[in-house]
């Protein structure tokens, strides 16, 4: 259980275009979902929080209009990178959490595989 | 507010060696502690993790990793090394603080096996 999956896994696009990236939980209800950036040979960064139903959470530095979050459904959030640049070339990486799993306690997060985006 | 150093942003050992990764954190509160790996170009996956029960925790692929109150300690070991084990190992720490579970990542530490 608790399987995390995300779509693309890997992108290339213009500099000025639009990408959008998917997670989705295949076999559990996750209310809340996490966005995550990782630069080469560092660690996890948090974006955002995705809220089921509502709206997304972001960290202090991180430009909410840039970066779209929507959490439409129990098992689908989406991160859309809008008017991407080069500096956005990343990878991206999901998580979310299983409270059937933790009986409730939401202390383990789950990771998608991850998203490779290119701006060229 | 919580934080985790990872001593070491790489550790080379031979393969059937001892594994030791190391991890120190800081939280208020009684933390939840987690060790993740990540293999190259693919999301993290759970080693391992610590919620209040036993200090030593074992997890997947032969890992463990004890959790030491006096030490502030998480450390990750695994008796004997695979060629299969070389990853990027995150430790992470998440606590009730503000109402989430949300973790904070340590910097990683890169593990190398050789022959």
């Known amino acids: 259980g608790a399987v995390v999956s995300q779509h693309p896994s890997w992108v290339i696009c213009k500099s000025g275009t639009s990408v959008k990236i998917e997670c989705r939980s295949l076999d559990f209800q996750a209310t809340t979902m996490f966005w995550y950036r990782q630069f080469p040979k560092q660690s996890l960064m948090l974006m955002a929080t995705s809220n089921e139903g509502s709206k997304a959470t972001y960290e202090q530095g991180v430009e909410k209009d840039k970066f779209l979050i929507n959490h439409a459904s129990l098992t689908l959030s989406t991160l859309t990178v809008t008017s991407a640049h080069p500096e956005d070339s990343s990878f991206y990486i999901c998580?979310?959490?299983?409270?059937?799993?933790?009986?409730?306690?939401?202390?383990?997060?789950?990771f998608g595989p991850g998203t490779r985006l290119t701006v060229l | 507010a919580q934080s985790v150093t990872q001593l070491g942003s790489h550790v080379s050992v031979s393969e059937g060696a001892l594994v030791l990764l190391r991890c120190n954190y800081s939280?208020?509160?009684?933390?939840?502690l987690f060790w993740y790996v990540q293999y190259p170009n693919q999301g993290l996956q759970l080693l391992l993790k610590?919620?209040?029960?036993?200090?030593l925790v074992k997890g997947i692929n032969g890992f463990e990793a004890e959790f030491k109150k006096s030490e502030t300690s998480f450390h990750l070991t695994k008796p004997s090394a695979h060629m299969s084990d070389a990853a990027e190992y995150f430790c992470?720490?998440?606590?009730?603080?503000?109402?989430?579970?949300?973790?904070?990542f340590g910097r990683g530490t890169s593990l190398i096996v050789h022959p």
């Open positions: 992470a720490v998440s606590d009730l603080e503000g109402g989430s579970y949300i973790p904070t």
């Open positions: 998580s979310a959490s299983d409270p059937g799993l933790a009986g409730g306690l939401v202390d383990t997060q789950y």
């Open positions: 939280s208020s509160v009684p933390p939840y």
């Open positions: 610590y919620t209040s029960a036993a200090t």
